[in-house]
């Protein structure tokens, strides 16, 4: 038998639904093995194991080389470590999962409009409370080369685990970097985006290991997948 390639695709989420599609529509029957359904495989293919793992999981599995073929958004091979991004490759850019990486803050920050209101509010803040004021992301590594590049300075880092849009309503920052497809989410919690604050475009890709990529067997299988969308 030849060597099994192997595919990751998001274990939840809109992510998975949209990669799901590309399969269906692609003519490739997935089905599902083991009773918490984290392995499967496609109908026919006995050549190809799917994976279900956390999106996140993905890139670094393809970085070391376990998975070939992996499914996730752009925002999290760019949050990766640089080394880890070295090592990935984009094949194709689908036209869903969609979605932005943003700056947020809560409403009642009259003053704060631009990222340079931003740092202005950042150095009186700093000064009035003897602290940096703090962002809460589950991006700390674009949220800070962002915030660099804007020439913003005196903040903290404090990392998401929960629902980011809360944090500043609950103690835990004064506001946030967060993900969004709509906006609609963060007005809904009495949160604006700041008007330079954009920091990412993202979507669903497909991505493979750099070794992958040179292999024509996989090759050959992701450009069937990149075929109907």
Do not use: W
């Not at 009035?128 to 703090?134: A, L, Q, S, V, Y």
Request: hydrophobic content about 35%; proline content about 3%.
């Amino acid at each position: 038998m030849k060597d099994i390639i192997k595919i990751g695709i998001p274990s939840k989420g809109r992510l998975r639904k949209d990669v799901l599609k590309i399969f269906n529509k692609n003519k490739l029957k997935l089905v599902s093995e083991g009773k918490r359904n984290l392995f499967g495989s496609v109908k026919g293919k006995p050549n190809i194991q799917i994976i279900y793992l956390h999106a996140r999981q993905i890139i670094e599995r393809l970085s070391d080389k376990s998975l070939d073929i992996g499914f996730s958004g752009l925002d999290l091979l760019k949050e990766s470590e640089i080394n880890i991004q070295r090592n990935v490759k984009i094949f194709k850019k689908y036209p869903y999962g969609q979605a932005t990486l943003v700056v947020a803050i809560p409403d009642d920050f009259i003053d704060i409009y631009s990222m340079s209101d931003l740092e202005e509010v950042a150095f009186e803040f700093k000064e009035k409370k003897n602290r940096r004021i703090r962002v809460s992301t589950k991006y700390p590594n674009l949220t800070r080369e962002f915030f660099y590049n804007k020439g913003v300075t005196q903040f903290s880092i404090v990392k998401s685990i929960g629902s980011t849009e809360i944090e500043p309503f609950t103690g835990g920052c004064e506001l946030i970097t967060d993900i969004t497809s709509t906006g609609s989410t963060l007005a809904a919690n009495n949160l604006r985006i700041i008007n330079d604050g954009y920091i990412l475009k993202s979507e669903l890709c497909m991505f493979m290991g750099k070794t992958s990529f040179k292999n024509q067997r996989v090759k050959k299988l992701a450009k069937l997948l990149s075929t109907k969308y």
